[in-house]
């Protein structure tokens, strides 16, 4: 767990330094932030959807794991959680709870992609896993400089909402290395470039978002990153067969 919690010390930083630099900015030059970490997410989306082997699996993830999502409302309970994440921490100066629906929403918006973005890729899962099961730290240590930078433009941009994604970051890559002896065989290497594929797709739609294009509702579209490494077994069955 040494890896994940050095990683989720890198997030809290660069979004403390993200907060920093952010409260002295110009509303105009926020707007630079925004189109600057859209387009590097984009960047990144890109190249991860790329990765995949099928494109078959890549829209059966996308598609299915959408209509998942919207049945199930995960989005809005996600930005339910970061609202009340913001309840709790702010305070009026009478010392009641307040919290404008302009800011909770951001804060929330904040904590929903930029924790889809710290744990989509497969080197979150991957570097989990070496670290579990070999005490390899390499690729965890490479993720936490890369979070960290991008906290850094994603507080700037969203605000506070950043840190509480640590805390998913935590749960998601413990996970990850604690179980990754039995997990590990379960996805195999096509699993895991599936699931990074469909995360690709899920950081296209935040960067979309931030560079104002179409608005998605991206929280709904996470049960892809659980479907596509099934369906990427399904494929290999089905073509073991012919």
Not at 67 to 78: H, P, S
Request: glycine letters at 12%; aromatic letters at 10%; proline letters at 2%.
């Amino acid at each position: 767990m040494i890896a994940t919690y050095i990683n989720c010390i890198a997030i809290i930083v660069g979004a403390a330094l993200g907060l920093l630099i952010g409260s002295h900015l110009k509303e105009q030059f926020k707007d630079v932030v925004f189109t600057a970490s859209g387009l590097v997410t984009l960047v990144i989306g890109v190249k991860m959807a790329l990765e995949t082997q099928s494109l078959l699996v890549l829209l059966f993830s996308v598609v299915i794991g959408g209509f998942v999502g919207y049945a199930l409302k995960i989005e809005d309970a996600i930005l339910s959680l970061g609202n009340w994440m913001e309840r709790k921490t702010s305070r009026s100066k009478n010392g009641k709870e307040q919290i404008s629906a302009t800011t909770g929403s951001l804060f929330a918006r904040g904590f929903l992609n930029s924790s889809v973005l710290f744990c989509s890729g497969a080197m979150a899962v991957v570097g989990s896993i070496a670290a579990g099961t070999k005490g390899d730290y390499n690729l965890i240590l490479i993720k936490s400089v890369m979070d960290g930078c991008m906290a850094i433009i994603f507080a700037a941009a969203y605000g506070p909402g950043v840190f509480a994604s640590a805390i998913v970051v935590l749960i998601y890559q413990g996970f990850f290395t604690l179980a990754g002896s039995w997990i590990s065989p379960l996805l195999g290497d096509a699993g895991l470039v599936e699931l990074s594929a469909a995360g690709g797709l899920l950081l296209l739609m935040i960067g979309f978002s931030l560079v104002k294009i179409k608005e998605f509702k991206t929280g709904n579209f996470l049960p892809a990153l659980i479907l596509a490494p099934i369906f990427s077994k399904i494929a290999q069955w089905i073509s073991s067969l012919t």
